[in-house]
């Protein structure tokens, strides 16, 4: 199974409404999640730096490629825009993939 990691940042003094709307997920986001093959999805902070990490049943090219299409990803996107500062990486228009440096299975 693929692994993705992403990092972002919220913007400053957007913390508490960034945890407000996860708390609240939109049940067709967590539906369009799981279409996309994703697994064992978490999003921590450090203040207001993120990291995301999850896992991709069906690879990541195919979770990314799902969500860039999915207008509930889209409309989610659109949502989190006022607080949040995401970079996209313009070939795979998806939030740059961390390196992997180490890993203990």
Same mark, same amino acid.
């Given at each position: 199974m693929e692994r993705y990691a992403w990092q972002g940042k919220i913007r400053d003094g957007c913390? +508490?409404?960034y945890i407000e709307r996860h708390k609240a997920l @939109?049940?067709? !986001?967590?539906?369009?999640?799981?279409?996309?093959g994703i697994v064992n999805y978490s999003? @921590?902070?450090?203040?207001? +730096?993120?990291?995301?990490?999850y896992e991709c049943e069906k690879g990541?090219?195919?979770?990314?490629?799902?969500?860039?299409?999915?207008?509930t990803v889209q409309q989610w996107e659109a949502y989190m825009r006022d607080i949040l500062? !995401?970079?996209?990486n313009e070939q795979t228009k998806a939030q740059p993939k961390l390196t992997?440096?180490?890993r203990l299975d």
């Amino acid at each position: 199974m693929e692994r993705y990691a992403w990092q972002g940042k919220i913007r400053d003094g957007c913390l +508490d409404e960034y945890i407000e709307r996860h708390k609240a997920l @939109w049940p067709a !986001m967590i539906v369009e999640l799981k279409n996309a093959g994703i697994v064992n999805y978490s999003i @921590w902070t450090n203040g207001t +730096d993120l990291f995301g990490y999850y896992e991709c049943e069906k690879g990541v090219q195919f979770a990314v490629d799902f969500q860039y299409n999915s207008p509930t990803v889209q409309q989610w996107e659109a949502y989190m825009r006022d607080i949040l500062i !995401m970079e996209k990486n313009e070939q795979t228009k998806a939030q740059p993939k961390l390196t992997e440096v180490f890993r203990l299975d």
